[in-house]
């Protein structure tokens, strides 16, 4: 499996949460991992919306659109590649 580099294309759903992640943060306060499960993996059981979410996010900040701080509720911000 390929490793993602920064600047590596967003598939389909990493797109889906990216642009809802940067709506939120440019209209106020990033979301909670919680928020980001529950509107972009509405077809996921309760217990596994925030886990896809965390995985998807991790993904995205690898490719260098986003920064996560760990133990942070609201811990997810644009990067320079990200705010393009």
Do not use: W
Not at 21 to 37: C, D, F, K, S, Y
Request: a positive charge; proline letters at 2%; charged letters at 25%.
């Amino acid at each position: 499996m390929k490793r993602n580099e920064p600047g590596d294309a967003l598939t389909g759903r990493q797109l889906l949460v990216f642009d809802y992640v940067r709506t939120r943060i440019q209209t106020g306060l990033a979301p909670t991992l919680r928020e980001v499960g529950v509107s972009c993996f509405s077809h996921c059981t309760a217990g596994t919306q925030t886990t896809s979410a965390l995985k998807c996010i991790k993904a995205i900040a690898s490719k260098g659109y986003l920064r996560r701080e760990d133990n942070v509720s609201r811990g997810i911000f644009l990067t320079d590649l990200g705010k393009e």
